[in-house]
T-cell receptor, first 110, second 114 residues
């Protein structure tokens, strides 16, 4: 079973600060997704990365896929309270099965 | 469009009781999934379906059964609930063959087994 580990597990920062969260796999994967889950709701897809070394930007969020295709990072610039939530990385196996990481719980304090 | 809906939103069971969770999607998606979410464990796949009338086991299938009699519905059953099944259950669906493989999730069902 391919494992996805995320770090840190918890992160509490002040509004305006920058942060980076990490997702690491025990083996190479073909593509990886990042989801955000707000309290009381289901996860929502933010981005899919498929190419080693790929960088994607979504407003203040920057996603990077490691060259070796075993890790990924999410960097948030000037965090806002609306960024609060659980960030999950996930990889896709056959039949579109998605294996989720353990998650990083982010709290942005106004 | 309502997207993915789940009923009920909350439920409390006693050990040994049975229940069925209903998931419905109105996006004509071929694939549907049931996950459970526990603190520190992320989301774990229980069962999934690639089409009407077909189901398959995921990572943690024991103690659960599923059925997909109609394309838009995916039912998750607990025959004899155990405290270890206390969790938040999420249903999701996705299109076959879409490049992004995006899964659309319902709002979840919070289940407590006493």
């Amino acid at each position: 079973t391919q494992l996805l580990e995320q770090s840190p597990q918890f992160l509490s920062i002040q509004e305006g600060e920058n942060l980076t969260v990490y997702c690491n796999s025990s083996s190479v994967f073909s593509s990886l997704q990042w989801y955000r889950q707000e309290p009381g709701e289901g996860p929502v897809l933010l981005v899919t990365v498929v190419t080693g070394g790929e960088v994607k930007k979504l407003k203040r969020l920057t996603f990077q896929f490691g060259d070796a295709r075993k890790d990924s990072s999410l960097h948030i610039t000037a965090a806002q309270p609306g960024d609060t939530g659980l960030y999950l990385c996930a990889l896709i196996a056959g039949y579109q099965k998605v294996t989720f990481g353990t998650g990083t719980k982010l709290q942005v304090i106004p | 469009n309502a997207g993915v809906t789940q009923t009920p939103k909350f439920r409390v069971l006693k050990t040994g009781q049975s229940m069925t969770l209903l998931c419905a999607q109105d996006m004509n998606h071929e694939y549907m999934y049931w996950y459970r979410q526990d603190p520190g464990m992320g989301l774990r796949l229980i069962h999934y379906s690639v089409g009407e009338g077909t189901t398959a086991k995921g990572e943690v299938p024991d103690g659960y059964n599923v059925s997909r009699l109609k394309k838009q519905n995916f039912l998750l059953g607990l025959e004899s609930a155990a405290p270890s099944q206390t969790s938040v259950y999420f249903c999701a669906s996705s299109h076959r063959g879409r490049g992004s493989n995006e899964q659309f999730f319902g709002p979840g069902t919070r289940l407590t087994v006493l």
